[in-house]
Nanobody, 117 residues
Framework: QVQLVESGGGLVQPGGSLRLSCVASERTFSTYAMGWFRQAPGKGREFVVSISRSGITVYAASVKGRFTASTDKANNTMYLEMSSLKPEDTAVYYC???????????WGQGTQVTVSS
């Protein structure tokens, strides 16, 4: 059972920056794909970015060029650097670890990001 704990959310003004962290309870990056998803009020959960086991990173079109995902394997941590934030980025951001084709699929509890003046 992999446990994921997100942190770093908060209130930021439009155009500002924020860094989210996701700490895993065990070494996951060589075993699981990792990613960030978000859920805005009244909407479904949507894909933000994924990092494959081989390190290939894919971004949603809505965040490409503004968000950067990275990993610190020594500390079992994944980061999401967010810049040029927009009000439409307001959402609960979730960390996820999964293995395609298997039932192994873990989510963190989420961290709130609010972009507002």
């Amino acid at each position: 059972q992999v446990q994921l704990v997100e942190s770093g959310g908060g209130l930021v003004q439009p155009g500002g920056s924020l860094r989210l962290s996701c700490v895993a309870s065990e070494r996951t990056f060589s075993t699981y794909a990792m990613g960030w998803f978000r859920q805005a009020p009244g909407k479904g959960r949507e894909f933000v970015v994924s990092i494959s086991r081989s390190g290939i990173t894919v971004y949603a079109a809505s965040v490409k060029g503004r968000f950067t995902a990275s990993t610190d394997k020594a500390n079992n941590t994944m980061y999401l650097e967010m810049s040029s934030l927009k009000p439409e980025d307001t959402a609960v951001y979730y960390c996820r670890a999964w293995q395609s084709g298997s039932p192994l699929d873990y989510w963190g509890q989420g961290t709130q990001v609010t972009v507002s003046s």
